[in-house]
């Protein structure tokens, strides 16, 4: 007998041809159902993998027809896995095999109507627009960019795909979590009153933390090593808060209707031996909303300290806590607690993703996920430069941190590691 | 423009695809007998308090004695499953076993190692065996660590921790089997409960749904079981070694001795005694509960981690310690029994 806890509902979709799957514009594999829908995956790591696992079960015309990496290991690995958990629901065939750094381009040309954008986020922007320019529906993980052009050129994308009726949903997952929305839900409905603060936590040991220089196989270009180790280099991963603790910025933005912040002063630092990283260990971040409101993020990830990954609200006639024991609860004058059956949030989005594309009524998370993701890149500037930063500052800065030309070969030219009062913000 | 030089991130996945190499965990494995049967055996039937060397968590193994016990349940009891009949009997050697479950305390010891004062290189041997990877989140979900019961770890990483703790001190701990489990839990008994059928008493014995304010509780804050066991019932439910099987009743012999069902695939698992979110009919000493794919439905790769399992925050174990030191064949198939890899 199982212990019936979690509980994935199965989402099943409209069968009827009355479905009105017919519209113009549509592209015309899509009409009607149980068509085929082509999948390409870009980055077959284990996120993408998982990712790709749950659009096959999403859609009962799924199919994965193309892949594209920089790893042929890789990508052997996540076909022979896929193969176990999907069946004939993959036909990649060896001439859909892309690899390189430009295989991304190939995948899309090859004849694929949904992509999934796994890889590294400081790539994000550049494939996502590729998707968006050829006409694809596209999965698109987080974060969504690593620096503000590229959050700039997502938010112009966003445009592109409402423009052509294009389904984009992103990979905060907690959007799609059954037991996260009905928590927002109450209180956005007034469970709590009026939010007065927002204390979030994302307290942890090192993700992928970087192998010494001697563990660095000779020969090896440093473009290849830093791809290999991309966690520790802000370029490619953003720092700990726009990879991992974007999560927590997420649910605060969500929080405030995705209503942007005044300004963010921020603390942070590196504190254990980087190994040629330039990445953070621990930021604090606290951000101003209008009326005086006010976020605090705290994200750390350094072994042997305190861990915890939390969600605190503050509202004028209660409180919410998420992630303290199993299930989150709302105290104070509405008293709540979650009481349904917790969901596979992950699957969640593919079935959100491509039930939107059947129904000729595509999601478009594409703003929002911007937002969320320049308030972490908001506040890793002020940690960084140790100054406050205005939105309007954040959102129209020119760093560049992710080259978009970057072909592999071009040295890359990676900052030092970052000392507030001293780095000068751009 | 074209990258010249593709990776191999053969490196970069072996963290995760690295669970068992047969021939050198064998070799782990002889090695490690040798030093068991080495070390001085504590007195036959006799409790005994055990330290982690190198630290200062200690550990109570009590014991249980040899016997012959009806498992399963009578076709009468309340609130029972199908999976737990026909009832029949079973054979047991004499074991130790842990009072309490196993703590973040000792089980952190054996997640980071430099907090279990491990020095690379010292040991050889139990730098061989497997330890879990870091993980994304903090385990424990804000439940509480020093002193409440370890959370959140797979089957395997179960296993591993009963081999990790067997080369630290020297002896042989395992997991227990579904039939040793049930034998220490109905300690002599025949009802459902040890103190009887009646569920109305078990507030007494056991952190359950009706008392536990949503989480567990340190371990050893409810009354002992006749032979001195603490939270059989409740707080956590606790990994057997077993393999599920539905049939495993239906097929037994007229007499089992020392049964226990090797796994063929990654699921499902036996636990045992229900836990703090469970009403009393699922902490009868008979109730059987799978291990489902479902308890990593948080965990976003794939493969997902063979170490934790994202959505158990209901599931822990306790360790026995066989009197008889089995051979090394034995000890490899305990140890490694069952592996949760998905797909």
Redesign the interface.
């Known amino acids: ?3 019936p ?4 509902p199965r989402r099943t979709f409209l069968k009827t041809g009355a479905a009105s799957a017919l519209a113009a514009g549509m592209p015309a594999i899509l009409r009607g159902q149980a068509q085929p829908v082509r999948i390409g995956l870009v980055g077959c ?3 993408g ?2 990712a ?2 749950q659009a096959l079960k999403a859609d009962d015309g799924s199919r994965l027809v193309a892949v594209a990496d ?5 990508v052997d ?2 076909l022979a ?2 193969a ?2 999907a069946g004939d629901k993959v036909q990649v065939k060896e001439t859909n095999i892309f ?4 295989a991304y381009k190939k995948l899309i040309a090859s004849g694929v109507d949904v992509v999934l954008l796994a890889t590294p986020p400081g790539f994000r922007p550049l494939h996502l627009r590729a998707a968006i320019e050829a006409g694809k529906h596209v999965f698109c993980e987080k974060p969504i960019s690593v620096d503000a052009p590229g959050v700039r050129s997502v938010m112009e994308t966003a445009r592109m795909a409402k423009e052509k009726n294009l389904a984009l949903v992103a990979g905060f ?1 907690w959007r799609y979590s059954t037991h996260i929305r009905e928590t927002f839900e109450q209180v956005h409905s007034g469970a709590i009153g009026n939010i007065a603060a927002y204390y979030a936590t994302y ?5 992928k933390p970087m192998p010494p220089a001697s563990q660095r196989p000779p020969g ?2 440093d473009n ?1 090593w830093m ?2 180790n991309w966690y520790n280099f802000n370029w490619l991963c953003g720092d700990g808060l726009v990879e ?1 603790a974007i999560h927590s910025a997420d649910k605060i933005a969500w929080a405030m209707h995705d209503q942007p912040p005044v300004s963010c002063v921020a603390v942070g630092g590196r504190q254990i031996p980087a190994e040629g990283g330039n990445i953070f260990d621990h930021f604090e971040v606290n951000y101003l909303y209008p009326n005086n409101v006010r976020a605090f993020l705290g994200c750390r990830q350094i ?2 300290c305190y ?4 969600d605190y609200i503050l509202g004028s006639s209660g409180a919410v806590t998420i ?5 989150p609860r709302i105290e104070g004058s509405k008293p709540w ?1 979650f009481t349904g059956q ?1 969901n ?3 699957q969640a989005e593919h079935d959100a993703l491509f039930a939107s594309i059947r129904r000729n009524e595509p999601i478009n998370d594409g703003i929002w996920m911007a937002t969320s993701t320049m308030l972490g890149i908001m506040g890793r500037m002020a940690a960084y430069t140790g100054q406050k930063i205005t939105w309007e500052q954040a959102m129209n800065s020119q760093e560049v941190l992710f080259p978009m030309d970057f ?3 071009r040295p890359v030219n990676v900052a030092p590691m970052a000392r507030p009062g001293k780095t000068k913000f751009a | 423009m074209r990258f010249a030089i593709l990776l191999l991130f053969a490196a970069v996945l072996c963290a995760q695809k690295g669970s068992i190499d047969p021939a050198k965990e064998r070799a782990t494995v002889e090695a490690l007998r040798k030093r068991i049967v080495a070390a001085p055996a504590p007195a036959t039937g006799k409790a005994y308090k055990q330290t982690i060397p190198a630290s200062d968590i200690s550990y109570e193994m009590l014991p249980i004695p040899a016997g012959e016990f009806t498992m399963g349940t009578p076709a009468s009891e309340a609130g029972r499953n199908a999976d737990e009949g026909p009832q029949h009997k079973v054979k047991l050697e004499a074991f130790w076993m842990g009072k309490l479950e196993v703590t973040w305390d000792e089980y952190r010891l054996f997640m980071f190692s430099q907090q279990a004062n491990e020095t690379p290189g010292a040991d050889a041997t139990l730098d061989a065996i497997s330890r879990p990877t870091r993980p994304y989140v903090e385990m424990s979900f804000g439940m509480g660590i020093n002193g409440y019961p370890a959370i959140s770890m797979t089957h395997h990483a179960a296993n591993k921790y009963a081999e990790w703790l067997s080369a630290k001190t020297g002896h042989f701990y395992r997991l227990p089997t579904e039939a040793e489990w049930e034998y220490a839990c109905r300690a002599g008994t025949t009802t459902a409960y040890p103190f009887g059928d009646d569920p109305a008493a078990i507030k007494n014995y056991a952190v359950f749904d009706a008392n536990s304010n949503g989480q567990y509780a340190q371990v050893g804050t409810k009354k002992p079981n006749p032979w001195g066991l603490q939270d059989m019932h409740g707080n956590v439910m606790e990994w057997t070694v077993d393999q599920y099987d539905a049939k495993t009743y239906a097929n037994a012999p007229a007499l089992s001795i020392m049964p226990w069902v090797p796994s063929k695939t990654p699921y499902p698992h036996v636990a045992r005694g229900g836990s703090w979110s469970d009403p009393p009919d699922k902490l009868r000493c008979g109730a059987r509960v799978s291990s489902d794919p479902s308890w990593k439905q948080q965990d976003p790769q794939l493969p997902k981690s063979i170490w934790y399992h994202t959505d158990a925050l209901f599931l822990g174990f306790r360790v026995v310690r066989p009197v008889k030191v089995p051979t090394a064949e034995e000890m490899y198939k305990y140890w490694n029994n069952g592996v949760e890899q998905e797909p």
């Open positions: 007998m199982s212990h806890t979690v509980v994935s790591g284990g996120r993998t998982g790709a696992s920089i790893s042929r290991t890789q690995d996540s896995r896929l176990r958990a690899l390189g750094l430009d997952c307290y942890t040991s090192p993700v090896i270009s290849e791809l290999r991992q072994e042997g861990n915890e990954n939390s992630g303290r024991g199993p299930l607690t917790k596979d949030m992950y072909d592999g070969e």
